[in-house]
């Protein structure tokens, strides 16, 4: 008994010194006045005595103080860590628990943190959280995860994931892989990998066959616009562009791919299967000279002019598109629609090359060379005179002359260039006209002609003249040199009668052997070897 006794003392004072756990249970007093006891730790075996039961046991699981963590538990002096921490229904355990175990306070977890949640250690992402301290990334999503979220996790901003980005699809918002890949859905060509989000907001160009707005929705890049279908269509498919079709070609009039046989619509050859439409029908073969015509390759002759068909080779003078279609090999001054002459053209025609030109040169897109170039001839210069070797422009009218050429007039008479007349071009008529000149309006006349407009040489009556030419129209340059009617009809116009005149205007005073000039001197008319006759 002294010795149960001393190990009590000690182990009461060893308990206080907190060398052993304190007793969480009293010892037994058996019945019948035995004092024997319990051993530490352990249950009273029913000792016989007064009561003949257990009174005073001590009712524990485990000894005092010595249940290790994670094992059950009824009370904190259970355990060596004095935390008897409860698991709802798994029932209590010694602490501090490890992490996603259940938890009251931070003590109770070895990691010292129990979330407001009531588990230990702070969640990972995806895992449910209230406060960003509940999670080890300090962020507690507004859909009460903890972030970042992965892909396919609900979000409500992008920063609750972790590709940054939370997107709306289909009245659901969860992380997306960020750009998306193709075939995912997208809103914007910049959610997608691919760089395209097409008219169905999915990630990538769509295949042939599948829905499209624009050729950029399509793997094949092509948008069939009024199918808005990916591809190309086939023989007798709707079109609008050559692209829309499998065979490369939609008719122009009916928009349908491929070609129209003879007789069919048409606008270009290249809707016909015989390559050629002529006047909106497509033919088998080219027509012939003479029948209407749309282009050359219409023609058998090759040649297609004013809507019809021109004989080939032509002549010169007829028209031509291309030296092939003249004979003479040279189809000359073509115009704006591409229309020329064939045969070479003279001097100041509209030229491209030498072979247009009868002189052989094309100067300045101008047949026959300019003044100050060397020539061989009149007929190499474009002004028409060759003077020492060299273009000149021709001389003005009263300067000397030797031949026709050398003269603006175009006009060598006695060694001196002469005026063309009282109608001649205001670039002369003041060299020509003795007398004034003025410019004539154009006019009517009454057959329906036009006079054009010209320069008109008035009052020179009376005036020196050497030629007719010099004189108004109805004079006459008179035997006496000067301007004159040939029947003096007024005094005031002095008749070129070199006598006297009767009452009507006769010349009467020249009589027969009279000297004279010219015939309208003489009473007969007549003046042979300066003798009226």
Same mark, same amino acid.
């Given at each position: ?31 019948g006045g035995a004092e024997d006891a319990a051993p530490m730790g ?25 249940? +290790? ?34 938890? +009251? ?206 004989? %080939? ?65 009149? +007929? ?7 003077? %020492? ?122 009589a027969t052997g009279s000297a004279c000039k010219a015939g309208d001197e003489c009473a007969s ?9």
């Amino acid at each position: 008994m002294t010795t149960m006794r001393t190990q009590w003392v000690w182990a009461s004072v060893l308990g206080i010194a907190g060398l052993v756990p304190p007793a969480c249970g009293g010892f037994a007093d058996h019945g019948g006045g035995a004092e024997d006891a319990a051993p530490m730790g352990g249950r009273d075996t029913g000792g016989t005595g007064d009561g003949g039961g257990t009174e005073g046991g001590c009712e524990y699981v485990g000894p005092c103080g010595t249940v +290790a963590s994670g094992s059950p538990c009824d009370l904190d002096e259970n355990c060596v860590s004095r935390r008897c921490v409860s698991q709802s229904g798994l029932g209590s355990l010694c602490g501090p628990m490890t992490d996603g175990s259940l938890c +009251a306070n931070g003590p109770d977890c070895v990691s010292g943190f129990c979330s407001s949640l009531g588990i230990c250690g702070k969640g990972a992402a995806g895992n449910q959280c209230i406060a960003d301290e509940d999670c080890a990334s300090d962020e507690c999503t507004r859909v009460d995860v903890c972030g970042p979220t992965a892909n396919g996790g609900p979000c409500e901003a992008d920063s609750d994931c972790a590709s940054g980005h939370c997107t709306t699809n289909r009245n659901t918002r969860s992380c997306e892989i960020y750009p998306t890949l193709d075939g995912e859905p997208c809103n914007v060509a910049a959610d997608c990998v691919s760089g395209f989000c097409n008219s169905e907001l999915t990630c990538g160009t769509n295949a042939d066959g599948f829905r499209c707005a624009v050729d950029s929705d399509c793997t094949t890049g092509h948008c069939i616009t009024i199918d808005s279908i990916c591809g190309q269509n086939p023989l007798q498919g709707d079109c609008t562009e050559d692209a829309d079709c499998a065979c490369g070609h939609c008719t122009t009039i009916d928009e349908i791919c491929g070609v129209n046989s003879t007789g069919g619509d048409c606008s270009e050859d290249a809707d016909c299967y015989s390559s050629l439409c002529v006047q909106a029908l497509c033919v088998a073969t080219p027509v012939s000279v003479g029948e209407t015509c749309d282009a050359d390759t219409d023609c058998t002759s090759g040649l297609c002019v004013d809507d019809a068909c021109k004989p %080939t080779p032509a002549a010169d003078g007829s028209p031509c598109k291309r030296d092939s279609n003249c004979a003479s090999g040279v189809c000359s001054s073509l115009n704006s629609l591409g229309i020329g002459v064939c045969g070479p053209q003279t001097n100041g025609s509209a030229c491209l090359r030498n072979q247009e030109c009868t002189a052989g040169v094309c100067d300045q897109s101008v047949c026959g060379a300019s003044n100050g170039t060397a020539c061989t001839g009149d +007929a190499f210069c474009q002004s028409g005179y060759c003077a %020492t070797s060299v273009c000149t422009a021709p001389l003005p009218t009263t300067e000397g002359c030797t031949r026709n050429a050398m003269c603006q007039t175009g006009l060598c008479t006695n060694g001196t260039c002469q005026c063309l007349g009282p109608l001649d071009t205001a670039t002369f008529v003041a060299q020509c006209c003795t007398g004034t000149w003025t410019i004539v309006p154009a006019s009517a006349e009454a057959d329906g002609s036009v006079i054009p407009s010209h320069s008109a040489c008035n009052d020179s009556a009376g005036l020196s003249c050497t030629l007719t030419a010099e004189c108004e129209t109805g004079q006459t340059c008179g035997g006496r040199g000067i301007c004159c009617y040939a029947q003096g009809i007024a005094a005031a116009h002095q008749a070129c009668c070199s006598g006297a005149l009767d009452s009507s205007g006769n010349c009467t005073g020249s009589a027969t052997g009279s000297a004279c000039k010219a015939g309208d001197e003489c009473a007969s008319g007549t003046c042979t070897n300066q003798t009226c006759a």
